[in-house]
């Protein structure tokens, strides 16, 4: 099946710094989701997002399907961002998401 | 437009017990998925289903789990008997109509089993 990576697996800003997340992925793809899973466990989801590029509000990401990539970029960034970043990805030939090991993202005050 | 549903919310058991958890979908979802998440990974699929019907139970351990969801909307999720090893946060998620639709997650239900 799919193989989807993550990185860097941890990561540590200070309030108001910028970030960028990466997920790396090993088959073409017809989903490609990006989660925020908060400090009580609740996975929300942020993009939607197998090509192109999506912005909302301080987040935004970019798919570059071809090279088999995806990017959440955070700007300006907030101690509620804290919490684990997932992607997760399915190909055609898969019959589920496969998740990355995500990202743990802190922000300090 | 309300969210994903699942109660209880906690549930602590001792092994060798039953448990069920509850799933309510996104209004008009026919696609759910109940998912284990273990403490430090991501979400592992359970089981799917497309409105009644199992779409994959690969991952489902059969010989303790069973789901169903008997009228396309609502699911249900047990485990018996629970091992120390089934301790994890239960989530469900719904889709419109398929695996390549976004998902939306519930809050989880985190069992522990003493």
């Known amino acids: 099946g799919i193989q989807v990576e993550q990185s860097p697996p941890d990561l540590i800003l200070q309030e108001g710094a910028n970030s960028t997340l990466r997920c790396n992925f090993s088959d073409s793809v017809n989903n490609l989701q990006w989660f925020h899973q908060n400090p009580w466990g609740q996975l929300i989801n942020l993009f939607y997002i197998p090509s192109g590029t999506k912005q909302n509000g301080r987040l935004s990401a970019t798919t570059v399907a071809t090279e088999r990539y995806s990017l959440l970029y955070i700007s300006s960034s907030q101690t509620t961002d804290s919490g684990v970043y997932f992607c997760a990805a399915h190909s055609g030939s898969a019959r589920q998401l496969t998740f990355g090991s995500g990202t743990q993202l802190t922000v300090l005050p | 437009e309300a969210g994903v549903a699942q109660s209880p919310r906690y549930k602590i058991i001792e092994k060798r017990q039953s448990v069920a958890f509850w799933c309510n979908p996104i209004s008009g979802h026919a696609t759910l998925y109940w998912y284990q998440q273990i403490l430090g990974q991501g979400p592992k699929l359970l089981i799917q289903f497309q409105n009644n019907g199992v779409v994959d139970d690969s991952q489902l351990p059969k010989d303790r789990f069973s789901a169903e969801r008997l009228k396309g909307v609502d699911s249900t999720l047990k485990i018996q008997p629970a091992k120390l090893e089934d301790s994890a946060v239960y989530l469900c998620?719904?889709?419109?109509?398929?695996?390549?639709?976004?998902?939306?997650f519930g809050p989880g239900t985190r069992l522990t089993v003493l």
């Open positions: 998620a719904s889709s419109l109509n398929g695996i390549a639709d976004t998902q939306y």
